[in-house]
């Protein structure tokens, strides 16, 4: 089917930046969109950005203006670009995929798919 893993998560300090990348690989018939979430301890999972194949972005309002969502569609891969980190930006971030795959000639889906996560920590 489709998996997705993740690199790029890390420790650093407040007003720093990083950047996540999530690879898509398996059999792939189509994405539709690819995106970041993150949950931080005993919060819900939340939405930080997502990117159509097309490249239309959306944030979550406490992102906006500091992160950035790419995507290179030849590698199936989505990237975060995080800077001005904040404290409160520390969390495991969720790279997500939302895909048809294929298999014996046939397509089936769309369905999520989730990487394993990364963390990142932003210390004061």
């Known amino acids: 089917q489709v998996q997705l893993v993740e690199s790029g998560g890390g420790l650093v300090q407040a007003g720093g930046s990083l950047r996540l990348s999530c690879a898509a690989s398996?059999?792939?018939?189509?994405?539709?969109?690819m995106g970041w979430y993150r949950q931080a301890p005993g919060k819900q999972r939340d939405l930080v950005a997502t990117i159509t194949t097309g490249g239309t972005a959306e944030y979550a309002d406490s992102v906006k203006g500091r992160f950035t969502i790419s995507i290179d569609n030849a590698k199936n891969t989505v990237y975060l670009q995080m800077n001005s980190l904040k404290p409160e930006d520390t969390a495991v971030y969720y790279c997500?995929?939302?895909?048809?795959?294929?298999?014996?000639?046939?397509?089936?889906?769309?369905?999520?798919?989730w990487g394993q996560g990364t963390q990142v920590t932003v210390s004061a």
């Open positions: 997500n995929a939302d895909a048809i795959y294929y298999s014996d000639g046939y397509s089936y889906g769309p369905y999520d798919y």
């Open positions: 398996g059999t792939i018939f189509t994405i539709n969109t």
